[in-house]
């Protein structure tokens, strides 16, 4: 069985602090792995995935096979970064499945 | 290109009755996904559509069901509402099936069972 887990509900850092957004994932074969956001009064969207190996709005997210992990970072957050955000795994002929989420809050 | 619209937005509905929700995916998007949305338990997938075809199920009681029409436009239904079943359902298109094609949200139908 997959599965998704985010442990922090909650994350609040100061703007130009460093943000890590935990998740950790179970799965047997090789999974690929999401981030969502959803901004207030916005629709959930895709941040990024990891076969891109790409950084979006400053974030970036290293799948560790080792450690099971794929966390979000940002070196610097900004207030506009305060969101919804969901870690997501997809395995092979299976639908994305969903960490329960972190509310992150960046605060001045 | 229009997003992903649900309809209707908001939803009240008394326990025992049933209700249909309708989702029109993007423009080209051949699958559907649709996804249960509460605060306990967060996003739970309900059910995935390609071709008119149900391709993964979510674990949801038999009185959740869904369809998808030959234009892409799913519909999913839920009889016999119970007070749980309150949530906000959001329905994703992508262009096809697998991890190559993200998903494109809509905005929610939110149903409250009272």
């Known amino acids: 069985a997959q599965r998704v887990t985010q442990p922090e509900k909650l994350l609040s850092v100061f703007k130009g602090a460093p943000v890590e957004l935990k998740c950790n994932y179970s799965?047997?074969?090789?999974?690929?792995l999401f981030w969502y956001v959803q901004y207030s009064r916005q629709r959930l969207q895709l941040l990024l995935r990891?076969?891109s190996r790409e950084s979006i709005k400053g974030f970036t997210a290293d799948l560790n096979k080792g450690e099971t992990s794929f966390h979000l970072k940002k070196p610097f957050a900004q207030e506009e970064d305060s969101a919804m955000y969901y870690c997501?795994?997809?395995?092979?002929?299976?639908?994305?499945?969903f960490g329960k989420g972190t509310s992150l809050l960046v605060t001045p | 290109k229009a997003g992903v619209t649900q309809t209707p937005r908001y939803l009240i509905k008394t326990r025992g009755q049933q209700v249909t929700l309708s989702c029109s995916p993007i423009?080209?998007?051949?699958?559907v996904s649709w996804y249960q949305q509460t605060p306990g338990q967060g996003l739970q997938f309900l059910f995935e559509?390609?071709?008119?075809?149900?391709?993964n199920k979510g674990n949801f009681p038999g009185r959740f069901s869904g369809r998808q029409f030959s234009n892409s436009r799913s519909e999913m239904n839920v009889s016999t509402l119970e007070l749980g079943d309150s949530a906000l359902y959001l329905c994703?298109?992508?262009?096809?099936?697998?991890?190559?094609?993200?998903?494109?949200f809509g905005n929610g139908t939110r149903l409250t069972v009272t």
């Open positions: 799965y047997s074969g090789s999974p690929e």
């Open positions: 994703a298109s992508s262009l096809s099936q697998g991890s190559n094609s993200p998903l494109h």
């Open positions: 990891h076969i």
């Open positions: 423009s080209g998007h051949r699958s």
């Open positions: 559509y390609f071709s008119e075809t149900q391709r």
């Open positions: 997501a795994l997809q395995a092979a002929g299976y639908a994305l499945n």
